[in-house]
Protein backbone atom coordinates (compact mmCIF):
# COMPACT_ATOMS: atom_id res chain seq x y z
CA UNK A 1 0.00 0.00 0.00
CA UNK A 2 1.63 3.52 -1.27
CA UNK A 3 0.86 6.24 1.50
CA UNK A 4 2.03 9.61 1.06
CA UNK A 5 5.37 10.46 2.70
CA UNK A 6 4.36 12.55 5.75
CA UNK A 7 1.67 8.92 6.32
CA UNK A 8 5.18 7.08 6.13
CA UNK A 9 7.07 9.04 8.31
CA UNK A 10 4.44 8.54 10.87
CA UNK A 11 4.38 4.97 10.83
CA UNK A 12 8.37 4.68 11.35
CA UNK A 13 7.62 7.14 14.19
CA UNK A 14 5.23 4.58 15.83
CA UNK A 15 7.28 1.84 15.14
CA UNK A 16 5.57 0.25 12.00
CA UNK A 17 8.89 0.94 10.67
CA UNK A 18 9.36 -2.27 7.56
CA UNK A 19 7.02 -2.86 5.06
CA UNK A 20 5.42 -5.64 6.67
CA UNK A 21 4.52 -3.92 9.75
CA UNK A 22 3.11 -1.16 8.15
CA UNK A 23 1.12 -3.32 5.79
CA UNK A 24 -0.14 -5.29 9.00
CA UNK A 25 -1.02 -2.13 10.65
CA UNK A 26 -2.73 -0.69 7.22
CA UNK A 27 -4.44 -3.48 6.17
CA UNK A 28 -6.31 -5.18 9.65
CA UNK A 29 -7.79 -8.76 8.53
CA UNK A 30 -8.95 -11.90 9.97
CA UNK A 31 -5.15 -13.59 9.30
CA UNK A 32 -4.18 -11.25 12.26
CA UNK A 33 -6.36 -12.68 14.76
CA UNK A 34 -4.18 -15.19 16.85
CA UNK A 35 -5.54 -18.85 17.11
CA UNK A 36 -7.68 -18.34 20.03
CA UNK A 37 -5.89 -22.17 21.65
CA UNK A 38 -2.65 -19.93 22.66
CA UNK A 39 -4.79 -18.24 25.90
CA UNK A 40 -4.03 -20.54 28.64
CA UNK A 41 -6.81 -22.50 30.50
CA UNK A 42 -8.95 -22.12 26.64
CA UNK A 43 -8.94 -25.82 25.97
CA UNK A 44 -10.24 -26.50 29.62
CA UNK A 45 -13.21 -23.70 29.28
CA UNK A 46 -14.26 -25.09 25.64
CA UNK A 47 -14.23 -28.82 26.68
CA UNK A 48 -16.53 -28.17 29.14
CA UNK A 49 -18.72 -25.95 27.67
CA UNK A 50 -19.15 -28.95 25.08
CA UNK A 51 -19.72 -30.91 27.57
CA UNK A 52 -22.73 -28.75 29.07
CA UNK A 53 -23.79 -28.56 25.24
CA UNK A 54 -24.61 -32.29 24.94
CA UNK A 55 -25.96 -32.91 27.49
CA UNK A 56 -28.45 -29.78 27.76
CA UNK A 57 -26.92 -28.42 31.39
CA UNK A 58 -27.78 -24.66 32.11
CA UNK A 59 -25.59 -22.38 31.34
CA UNK A 60 -25.69 -18.91 33.01
CA UNK A 61 -23.45 -15.77 31.15
CA UNK A 62 -22.38 -13.64 34.51
CA UNK A 63 -21.33 -10.50 32.48
CA UNK A 64 -20.23 -7.13 34.19
CA UNK A 65 -21.79 -3.94 34.48
CA UNK A 66 -20.01 -1.74 32.08
CA UNK A 67 -19.99 -2.08 28.68
CA UNK A 68 -17.34 -4.12 28.42
CA UNK A 69 -19.36 -6.73 30.22
CA UNK A 70 -22.44 -5.85 29.19
CA UNK A 71 -21.19 -6.42 25.26
CA UNK A 72 -19.55 -9.58 26.05
CA UNK A 73 -22.23 -10.81 27.60
CA UNK A 74 -24.69 -10.50 24.67
CA UNK A 75 -21.20 -11.58 22.57
CA UNK A 76 -21.41 -15.31 24.12
CA UNK A 77 -25.30 -15.43 24.63
CA UNK A 78 -25.30 -15.57 20.97
CA UNK A 79 -22.55 -18.08 20.37
CA UNK A 80 -24.81 -20.28 22.44
CA UNK A 81 -28.04 -19.92 20.86
CA UNK A 82 -25.93 -20.68 17.63
CA UNK A 83 -24.96 -24.17 19.28
CA UNK A 84 -28.25 -24.78 19.99
CA UNK A 85 -28.47 -24.03 23.64
CA UNK A 86 -30.96 -21.07 25.40
CA UNK A 87 -28.33 -19.52 28.14
CA UNK A 88 -29.24 -17.23 31.55
CA UNK A 89 -27.41 -14.34 32.20
CA UNK A 90 -26.64 -12.13 35.29
CA UNK A 91 -25.60 -8.68 34.82
CA UNK A 92 -24.84 -7.17 38.56
CA UNK A 93 -26.81 -4.30 40.05
CA UNK A 94 -23.40 -1.56 40.60
CA UNK A 95 -25.37 0.05 43.49
CA UNK A 96 -27.08 -3.47 45.77
CA UNK A 97 -24.65 -6.15 44.35
CA UNK A 98 -21.18 -4.45 43.44
CA UNK A 99 -18.34 -5.28 41.31
CA UNK A 100 -17.82 -8.90 39.97
CA UNK A 101 -18.85 -12.07 41.28
CA UNK A 102 -21.08 -12.63 44.76
CA UNK A 103 -22.52 -15.47 46.43
CA UNK A 104 -26.34 -14.82 46.64
CA UNK A 105 -27.00 -14.43 43.34
CA UNK A 106 -24.98 -17.64 42.51
CA UNK A 107 -27.21 -19.59 44.93
CA UNK A 108 -30.12 -18.11 42.89
CA UNK A 109 -28.58 -19.57 40.19
CA UNK A 110 -27.60 -22.91 41.19
CA UNK A 111 -31.38 -23.13 42.86
CA UNK A 112 -32.88 -22.32 39.10
CA UNK A 113 -30.85 -25.47 37.83
CA UNK A 114 -27.74 -24.04 36.39
CA UNK A 115 -24.59 -25.69 36.49
CA UNK A 116 -22.22 -23.42 34.51
CA UNK A 117 -21.45 -20.13 35.01
CA UNK A 118 -18.78 -18.46 32.60
CA UNK A 119 -17.74 -14.79 33.56
CA UNK A 120 -17.08 -11.78 30.99
CA UNK A 121 -14.99 -9.24 32.12
CA UNK A 122 -14.65 -10.42 36.35
CA UNK A 123 -13.70 -12.68 38.54
CA UNK A 124 -10.26 -13.30 38.87
CA UNK A 125 -10.50 -12.20 42.21
CA UNK A 126 -13.63 -13.49 43.32
CA UNK A 127 -12.13 -15.85 45.33
CA UNK A 128 -14.57 -16.97 48.49
CA UNK A 129 -17.68 -16.72 45.66
CA UNK A 130 -15.60 -19.30 43.55
CA UNK A 131 -15.02 -21.39 46.39
CA UNK A 132 -18.29 -21.57 47.52
CA UNK A 133 -19.55 -22.32 43.80
CA UNK A 134 -16.72 -25.19 43.91
CA UNK A 135 -18.01 -26.48 47.07
CA UNK A 136 -21.57 -26.70 45.83
CA UNK A 137 -21.11 -28.61 42.62
CA UNK A 138 -21.27 -25.82 40.63
CA UNK A 139 -18.71 -25.29 37.99
CA UNK A 140 -17.32 -21.92 36.89
CA UNK A 141 -15.40 -20.90 33.52
CA UNK A 142 -13.44 -17.68 34.29
CA UNK A 143 -13.07 -15.11 31.34
CA UNK A 144 -11.67 -11.72 32.84
CA UNK A 145 -8.32 -9.43 31.17
CA UNK A 146 -8.04 -7.65 34.79
CA UNK A 147 -4.79 -8.55 36.45
CA UNK A 148 -4.78 -11.39 39.14
CA UNK A 149 -4.07 -11.30 42.69
CA UNK A 150 0.08 -12.73 42.61
CA UNK A 151 -0.05 -13.70 46.13
CA UNK A 152 -3.06 -15.14 45.66
CA UNK A 153 -2.93 -16.89 41.89
CA UNK A 154 -6.05 -17.83 39.86
CA UNK A 155 -9.84 -18.33 42.05
CA UNK A 156 -10.64 -21.92 42.11
CA UNK A 157 -12.58 -22.51 38.87
CA UNK A 158 -12.69 -24.97 35.91
CA UNK A 159 -10.92 -22.85 33.57
CA UNK A 160 -9.66 -19.25 33.53
CA UNK A 161 -8.53 -17.52 30.45
CA UNK A 162 -6.97 -14.34 30.70
CA UNK A 163 -4.35 -13.29 28.78
CA UNK A 164 -2.78 -11.18 31.89
CA UNK A 165 -2.80 -14.41 34.35
CA UNK A 166 0.74 -15.89 35.31
CA UNK A 167 2.31 -18.29 32.97
CA UNK A 168 -0.35 -17.14 29.69
CA UNK A 169 1.92 -16.55 26.69
CA UNK A 170 -0.76 -15.75 24.34
CA UNK A 171 1.14 -12.85 22.25
CA UNK A 172 -1.28 -9.76 22.70
CA UNK A 173 -1.68 -9.04 26.38
CA UNK A 174 -4.51 -6.03 25.57
CA UNK A 175 -7.33 -8.04 24.93
CA UNK A 176 -10.68 -6.02 26.60
CA UNK A 177 -12.54 -8.39 28.57
CA UNK A 178 -15.70 -8.50 25.50
CA UNK A 179 -12.29 -9.25 23.51
CA UNK A 180 -11.67 -12.55 25.39
CA UNK A 181 -15.06 -13.16 25.07
CA UNK A 182 -14.42 -13.10 21.43
CA UNK A 183 -11.79 -15.45 21.87
CA UNK A 184 -13.74 -17.95 23.69
CA UNK A 185 -16.37 -17.89 20.54
CA UNK A 186 -14.12 -17.74 17.90
CA UNK A 187 -12.50 -21.10 19.67
CA UNK A 188 -16.29 -22.62 20.11
CA UNK A 189 -16.83 -22.00 16.34
CA UNK A 190 -14.13 -23.36 15.53
CA UNK A 191 -14.58 -26.81 17.19
CA UNK A 192 -18.16 -27.03 15.91
CA UNK A 193 -16.23 -26.61 12.53
CA UNK A 194 -18.67 -23.25 12.44
CA UNK A 195 -15.54 -20.71 12.10
CA UNK A 196 -17.39 -18.83 9.32
CA UNK A 197 -19.32 -16.97 11.56
CA UNK A 198 -16.68 -15.54 13.64
CA UNK A 199 -16.18 -11.95 11.94
CA UNK A 200 -20.11 -11.65 12.41
CA UNK A 201 -18.76 -11.14 16.15
CA UNK A 202 -16.74 -8.55 15.45
CA UNK A 203 -18.97 -5.48 15.45
CA UNK A 204 -20.07 -5.93 18.77
CA UNK A 205 -16.40 -7.00 20.06
CA UNK A 206 -14.87 -3.67 18.35
CA UNK A 207 -17.89 -1.12 20.35
CA UNK A 208 -16.99 -3.17 23.72
CA UNK A 209 -13.16 -2.91 22.89
CA UNK A 210 -13.26 0.97 22.11
CA UNK A 211 -15.33 2.39 25.03
CA UNK A 212 -13.26 0.02 27.02
CA UNK A 213 -10.68 2.42 26.05
CA UNK A 214 -8.17 -0.35 25.35
CA UNK A 215 -4.98 -0.27 22.92
CA UNK A 216 -5.92 0.11 19.40
CA UNK A 217 -2.59 -1.99 18.19
CA UNK A 218 -1.94 -5.58 17.25
CA UNK A 219 -4.84 -7.80 17.65
CA UNK A 220 -7.14 -5.29 19.09
CA UNK A 221 -6.56 -3.22 16.14
CA UNK A 222 -7.72 -6.27 13.76
CA UNK A 223 -11.29 -6.60 15.82
CA UNK A 224 -11.81 -2.86 15.90
CA UNK A 225 -11.09 -2.12 12.23
CA UNK A 226 -12.88 -5.33 10.68
CA UNK A 227 -15.87 -4.50 12.75
CA UNK A 228 -16.69 -0.61 12.52
CA UNK A 229 -16.40 -1.43 8.58
CA UNK A 230 -20.09 -2.37 8.03
CA UNK A 231 -21.39 -1.15 11.40
CA UNK A 232 -23.40 1.15 10.22
CA UNK A 233 -25.26 -1.81 7.77
CA UNK A 234 -26.28 -3.82 10.52
CA UNK A 235 -29.33 -5.85 10.97
CA UNK A 236 -29.29 -5.90 14.91
CA UNK A 237 -32.29 -3.88 15.82
CA UNK A 238 -30.96 -2.29 19.09
CA UNK A 239 -28.03 -0.79 17.41
CA UNK A 240 -29.07 0.55 15.04
CA UNK A 241 -31.72 2.18 17.39
CA UNK A 242 -29.03 3.33 19.09
CA UNK A 243 -27.13 4.90 16.88
CA UNK A 244 -30.13 6.51 15.74
CA UNK A 245 -30.70 8.22 18.88
CA UNK A 246 -26.80 8.76 19.01
CA UNK A 247 -26.98 10.59 15.82
CA UNK A 248 -24.23 7.97 14.31
CA UNK A 249 -26.58 7.09 10.92
CA UNK A 250 -24.35 8.81 8.21
CA UNK A 251 -20.54 7.65 9.79
CA UNK A 252 -18.90 5.43 12.31
CA UNK A 253 -15.72 5.68 13.68
CA UNK A 254 -13.66 4.93 16.71
CA UNK A 255 -14.52 8.53 17.59
CA UNK A 256 -18.50 7.72 17.40
CA UNK A 257 -17.66 4.67 19.45
CA UNK A 258 -16.16 6.42 22.14
CA UNK A 259 -18.34 9.64 22.44
CA UNK A 260 -21.38 8.88 21.25
CA UNK A 261 -21.97 4.81 21.52
CA UNK A 262 -20.53 3.75 24.51
CA UNK A 263 -21.67 6.22 26.91
CA UNK A 264 -25.03 5.64 26.36
CA UNK A 265 -24.22 1.73 27.02
CA UNK A 266 -22.20 3.18 29.88
CA UNK A 267 -24.77 5.11 31.41
CA UNK A 268 -26.93 2.36 32.50
CA UNK A 269 -24.97 0.59 34.07
CA UNK A 270 -23.96 3.62 35.84
CA UNK A 271 -27.66 5.40 36.51
CA UNK A 272 -29.90 2.30 36.24
CA UNK A 273 -29.80 -0.93 35.37
CA UNK A 274 -27.15 -2.71 32.89
CA UNK A 275 -29.13 -5.41 32.06
CA UNK A 276 -31.12 -3.09 29.83
CA UNK A 277 -28.21 -3.33 26.99
CA UNK A 278 -28.47 -6.81 26.66
CA UNK A 279 -32.65 -6.36 26.46
CA UNK A 280 -31.30 -3.53 23.80
CA UNK A 281 -29.06 -5.48 21.78
CA UNK A 282 -31.16 -8.58 21.68
CA UNK A 283 -34.43 -7.40 20.82
CA UNK A 284 -35.94 -8.20 17.40
CA UNK A 285 -39.07 -5.74 17.59
CA UNK A 286 -37.59 -2.12 16.04
CA UNK A 287 -40.09 -0.60 17.70
CA UNK A 288 -39.41 -1.44 21.44
CA UNK A 289 -35.07 -1.19 20.29
CA UNK A 290 -36.15 2.48 19.83
CA UNK A 291 -38.11 2.59 23.11
CA UNK A 292 -34.85 1.41 25.12
CA UNK A 293 -32.56 3.32 23.05
CA UNK A 294 -34.21 6.63 24.37
CA UNK A 295 -34.52 5.15 28.09
CA UNK A 296 -30.91 4.75 27.98
CA UNK A 297 -30.34 8.42 25.58
CA UNK A 298 -31.95 9.74 28.51
CA UNK A 299 -30.29 7.76 31.40
CA UNK A 300 -26.78 9.27 29.29
CA UNK A 301 -28.15 12.97 30.26
CA UNK A 302 -28.86 11.92 33.79
CA UNK A 303 -25.47 10.83 33.98
CA UNK A 304 -23.89 13.91 32.56
CA UNK A 305 -25.79 16.04 35.14
CA UNK A 306 -24.85 14.15 37.92
CA UNK A 307 -21.27 13.69 36.69
CA UNK A 308 -20.92 17.59 36.83
CA UNK A 309 -22.29 17.72 40.57
CA UNK A 310 -20.04 15.03 41.88
CA UNK A 311 -16.79 16.45 40.04
CA UNK A 312 -17.40 19.75 41.33
CA UNK A 313 -18.05 18.57 45.02
CA UNK A 314 -14.43 16.42 44.55
CA UNK A 315 -12.67 19.59 43.13
CA UNK A 316 -13.51 21.22 46.54
CA UNK A 317 -12.63 18.38 48.30
CA UNK A 318 -9.30 18.66 46.83
CA UNK A 319 -8.89 21.69 47.39
CA UNK A 320 -9.76 21.48 50.96
CA UNK A 321 -7.33 18.74 51.66
CA UNK A 322 -4.59 20.13 49.15
CA UNK A 323 -2.75 19.00 46.08
CA UNK A 324 -0.50 15.69 47.03
CA UNK A 325 0.86 13.53 44.58
CA UNK A 326 -1.59 11.00 44.75
CA UNK A 327 -5.26 13.00 45.18
CA UNK A 328 -7.63 10.58 47.45
CA UNK A 329 -11.29 12.47 48.25
CA UNK A 330 -14.32 11.24 49.42
CA UNK A 331 -17.92 12.13 50.19
CA UNK A 332 -21.22 10.57 51.90
CA UNK A 333 -23.18 9.72 49.61
CA UNK A 334 -21.93 10.40 45.71
CA UNK A 335 -23.52 9.18 43.23
CA UNK A 336 -21.50 5.89 42.39
CA UNK A 337 -22.43 5.50 39.29
CA UNK A 338 -20.10 8.63 37.93
CA UNK A 339 -16.75 8.48 40.68
CA UNK A 340 -15.03 6.96 38.14
CA UNK A 341 -15.67 9.70 35.54
CA UNK A 342 -15.04 12.20 38.56
CA UNK A 343 -11.23 10.31 39.31
CA UNK A 344 -10.87 10.77 35.48
CA UNK A 345 -11.40 14.20 35.76
CA UNK A 346 -9.39 14.75 38.67
CA UNK A 347 -6.66 12.71 37.12
CA UNK A 348 -6.63 14.98 33.94
CA UNK A 349 -6.71 18.39 35.81
CA UNK A 350 -4.01 17.76 38.40
CA UNK A 351 -2.46 15.17 36.38
CA UNK A 352 -2.24 12.69 39.36
CA UNK A 353 -3.51 9.81 40.44
CA UNK A 354 -6.59 10.14 42.02
CA UNK A 355 -9.24 8.01 43.67
CA UNK A 356 -12.80 8.92 44.33
CA UNK A 357 -15.07 7.58 47.35
CA UNK A 358 -18.54 7.35 47.84
CA UNK A 359 -19.58 6.68 51.31
CA UNK A 360 -22.33 5.03 52.56
CA UNK A 361 -23.01 3.35 56.01
CA UNK A 362 -19.34 3.61 57.12
CA UNK A 363 -18.07 1.57 53.78
CA UNK A 364 -16.23 3.78 50.98
CA UNK A 365 -16.83 2.36 47.13
CA UNK A 366 -13.93 4.06 44.96
CA UNK A 367 -12.56 4.25 41.41
CA UNK A 368 -9.59 5.44 40.57
CA UNK A 369 -7.65 6.94 37.67
CA UNK A 370 -3.93 6.97 36.84
CA UNK A 371 -1.52 9.14 34.62
CA UNK A 372 0.77 7.29 31.93
CA UNK A 373 3.96 6.55 34.37
CA UNK A 374 2.54 5.39 37.55
CA UNK A 375 1.05 1.68 37.74
CA UNK A 376 -2.28 2.42 40.10
CA UNK A 377 -2.58 -1.52 40.48
CA UNK A 378 0.90 -1.97 42.08
CA UNK A 379 0.59 1.38 44.57
CA UNK A 380 -3.04 -0.08 45.74
CA UNK A 381 -1.25 -3.59 46.26
CA UNK A 382 1.08 -1.80 48.74
CA UNK A 383 -1.87 -0.48 51.10
CA UNK A 384 -3.81 -3.75 50.37
CA UNK A 385 -4.48 -3.79 54.29
CA UNK A 386 -6.62 -1.22 54.40
CA UNK A 387 -9.06 -2.39 51.60
CA UNK A 388 -11.90 -4.68 52.15
CA UNK A 389 -11.68 -5.54 48.22
CA UNK A 390 -9.92 -3.61 45.56
CA UNK A 391 -8.68 -5.22 41.81
CA UNK A 392 -8.04 -3.39 38.61
CA UNK A 393 -5.31 -2.49 36.27
CA UNK A 394 -2.21 -0.04 35.88
CA UNK A 395 -4.40 2.71 34.27
CA UNK A 396 -7.62 2.02 36.33
CA UNK A 397 -9.30 0.38 40.13
CA UNK A 398 -12.06 0.02 42.16
CA UNK A 399 -12.43 -0.59 45.88
CA UNK A 400 -13.84 -1.05 48.96
CA UNK A 401 -12.83 0.16 52.44
CA UNK A 402 -13.87 1.09 55.66
CA UNK A 403 -14.23 4.94 55.60
CA UNK A 404 -12.46 5.21 59.03
CA UNK A 405 -9.35 4.02 56.98
CA UNK A 406 -9.48 6.89 54.33
CA UNK A 407 -7.11 9.44 55.91
CA UNK A 408 -4.34 6.44 56.17
CA UNK A 409 -4.84 5.43 52.70
CA UNK A 410 -4.61 8.97 51.44
CA UNK A 411 -1.67 9.73 53.63
CA UNK A 412 0.09 5.99 52.26
CA UNK A 413 -0.77 6.57 48.97
CA UNK A 414 0.38 9.91 48.47
CA UNK A 415 3.89 8.85 50.31
CA UNK A 416 3.91 6.06 47.60
CA UNK A 417 3.22 8.18 44.52
CA UNK A 418 6.09 10.84 46.15
CA UNK A 419 8.83 8.21 46.08
CA UNK A 420 7.85 6.62 42.75
CA UNK A 421 7.42 9.72 40.78
CA UNK A 422 9.91 12.17 39.41
CA UNK A 423 8.69 15.79 39.35
CA UNK A 424 8.54 15.26 35.03
CA UNK A 425 6.33 12.59 35.92
CA UNK A 426 3.71 15.44 37.34
CA UNK A 427 4.07 17.82 34.09
CA UNK A 428 1.97 16.58 31.29
CA UNK A 429 4.05 15.96 28.13
CA UNK A 430 2.21 16.95 24.38
CA UNK A 431 3.72 14.40 22.01
CA UNK A 432 4.18 16.18 19.10
CA UNK A 433 4.30 13.88 15.44
CA UNK A 434 5.52 16.59 13.19
CA UNK A 435 5.56 20.08 11.95
CA UNK A 436 3.70 21.40 9.59
CA UNK A 437 3.71 24.62 7.05
CA UNK A 438 0.26 26.24 6.67
CA UNK A 439 0.13 25.91 2.73
CA UNK A 440 0.61 21.85 3.41
CA UNK A 441 -3.21 21.66 5.39
CA UNK A 442 -5.84 21.23 3.67
CA UNK A 443 -8.31 18.32 2.95
CA UNK A 444 -6.55 16.26 0.72
CA UNK A 445 -4.07 15.72 3.89
CA UNK A 446 -6.70 14.89 6.30
CA UNK A 447 -8.16 12.35 3.88
CA UNK A 448 -4.77 10.47 3.78
CA UNK A 449 -4.25 10.51 7.63
CA UNK A 450 -7.58 8.35 7.75
CA UNK A 451 -5.45 5.23 6.78
CA UNK A 452 -4.22 5.09 10.42
CA UNK A 453 -7.81 4.53 11.70
CA UNK A 454 -8.92 3.51 14.30
CA UNK A 455 -7.68 5.87 16.60
CA UNK A 456 -7.67 5.93 19.85
CA UNK A 457 -5.45 4.34 23.01
CA UNK A 458 -2.32 2.87 22.19
CA UNK A 459 -2.59 4.74 18.53
CA UNK A 460 -3.75 8.51 19.04
CA UNK A 461 -4.28 10.71 16.45
CA UNK A 462 -1.44 12.62 15.16
CA UNK A 463 -0.85 15.82 16.57
CA UNK A 464 0.91 18.38 14.83
CA UNK A 465 2.32 22.27 15.23
CA UNK A 466 2.54 25.22 13.18
CA UNK A 467 4.32 28.33 13.97
CA UNK A 468 4.06 31.63 13.37
CA UNK A 469 0.00 31.88 13.38
CA UNK A 470 -1.66 35.47 14.05
CA UNK A 471 -5.10 35.59 15.72
CA UNK A 472 -7.25 37.76 13.16
CA UNK A 473 -9.98 38.04 15.42
CA UNK A 474 -10.90 37.78 19.40
CA UNK A 475 -11.50 34.21 20.01
CA UNK A 476 -15.85 33.61 20.04
CA UNK A 477 -16.87 31.58 22.74
CA UNK A 478 -19.12 29.14 22.08
CA UNK A 479 -21.55 27.77 24.89
CA UNK A 480 -19.64 29.27 27.30
CA UNK A 481 -16.89 26.81 27.11
CA UNK A 482 -15.66 26.17 23.96
CA UNK A 483 -13.57 28.57 21.77
CA UNK A 484 -12.58 29.07 17.96
CA UNK A 485 -9.89 31.09 16.71
CA UNK A 486 -9.55 32.74 13.36
CA UNK A 487 -5.88 32.43 12.21
CA UNK A 488 -3.52 33.84 9.59
CA UNK A 489 -0.14 32.79 8.47
CA UNK A 490 2.17 35.15 7.41
CA UNK A 491 2.38 34.29 3.89
CA UNK A 492 -1.74 34.98 4.33
CA UNK A 493 -3.37 31.57 4.68
CA UNK A 494 -6.34 31.82 6.91
CA UNK A 495 -7.10 28.53 8.92
CA UNK A 496 -9.86 28.33 11.75
CA UNK A 497 -9.49 26.19 14.72
CA UNK A 498 -11.90 24.88 17.50
CA UNK A 499 -10.57 24.86 21.08
CA UNK A 500 -13.14 22.07 23.23
CA UNK A 501 -13.19 23.07 26.51
CA UNK A 502 -10.98 26.01 25.30
CA UNK A 503 -12.43 28.12 28.23
CA UNK A 504 -10.92 26.06 30.69
CA UNK A 505 -8.23 24.12 29.79
CA UNK A 506 -6.49 27.61 28.31
CA UNK A 507 -6.34 28.09 32.20
CA UNK A 508 -6.86 32.02 32.10
CA UNK A 509 -4.15 32.65 29.18
CA UNK A 510 -6.20 32.68 26.16
CA UNK A 511 -4.61 34.26 23.45
CA UNK A 512 -5.87 37.96 22.30
CA UNK A 513 -6.73 39.52 18.80
CA UNK A 514 -3.00 39.94 17.03
CA UNK A 515 -1.23 37.59 19.22
CA UNK A 516 1.31 35.19 17.43
CA UNK A 517 1.40 32.08 18.33
CA UNK A 518 2.59 28.31 17.84
CA UNK A 519 -0.43 25.97 17.94
CA UNK A 520 -0.31 22.32 18.79
CA UNK A 521 -3.61 20.46 17.01
CA UNK A 522 -5.82 17.50 15.66
CA UNK A 523 -6.47 17.32 11.98
CA UNK A 524 -10.08 16.97 11.48
CA UNK A 525 -12.73 17.65 8.09
CA UNK A 526 -15.92 19.49 9.59
CA UNK A 527 -18.73 18.83 7.94
CA UNK A 528 -21.13 21.49 8.22
CA UNK A 529 -24.44 22.05 6.06
CA UNK A 530 -23.40 20.18 3.07
CA UNK A 531 -19.65 21.55 3.39
CA UNK A 532 -16.75 19.94 3.86
CA UNK A 533 -13.38 21.95 5.37
CA UNK A 534 -10.72 21.27 7.07
CA UNK A 535 -10.69 21.97 10.90
CA UNK A 536 -7.67 22.67 13.54
CA UNK A 537 -8.80 21.36 16.73
CA UNK A 538 -6.63 22.65 19.26
CA UNK A 539 -4.19 20.42 21.87
CA UNK A 540 -2.60 23.81 23.44
CA UNK A 541 -0.80 26.58 22.47
CA UNK A 542 2.20 29.06 23.13
CA UNK A 543 3.05 32.74 22.84
CA UNK A 544 5.48 32.40 19.93
Known sequence: MTVPPLVAALLITRGYDTKEKADEFLTPSLKHLHDPFLLKGMREAVDR???????????????????????GTVLLRRVFKLLGVESEYHVPNRFTEGYGVNIPALEAAKERGVSLVITVDCGIRSFEPLEWAKENSLDVIVTDHHLSDEAKGNPPAVAVVN????????????????????KLADALLREEGLEHETPGFLKIAAIGTVADVMDLTGENRAIVAIGLKDLLLTDNCGLRALMEVADCTSEMTSYHIGFRIGPRINAAGRMDVAKHVVELLEETDFVKARQLAALLDSRNRERQQTQQKITELAFAETAEHGLSDFVVVAGEGWHRGVIGLAASRIAEKFYRPAIVLSIEDGIAQGSARSIPNFHLLNALEAAQDLFEQFGGHRAAAGMKIRSERIPELRSRLSEYATATLSSDDLVPELQIDAVLLPETI???????????????????????????????????????????????????????????????????????????????????????????????????????
Open 49 to 71: IQRAVRSGEKILVWGDYDVDGTT
Open 163 to 182: PNQPGCEYPDKHLAGVGVAF
Open 442 to 544: DLRLVDALSALEPFGQGNPKPIFVTKDLILREEPFVMKEKHLKLKLESGSGRQLEAVWWDGVERSKGRTPRRGSRIELAYVLEANNWQGNRKVQLVVEDFREA
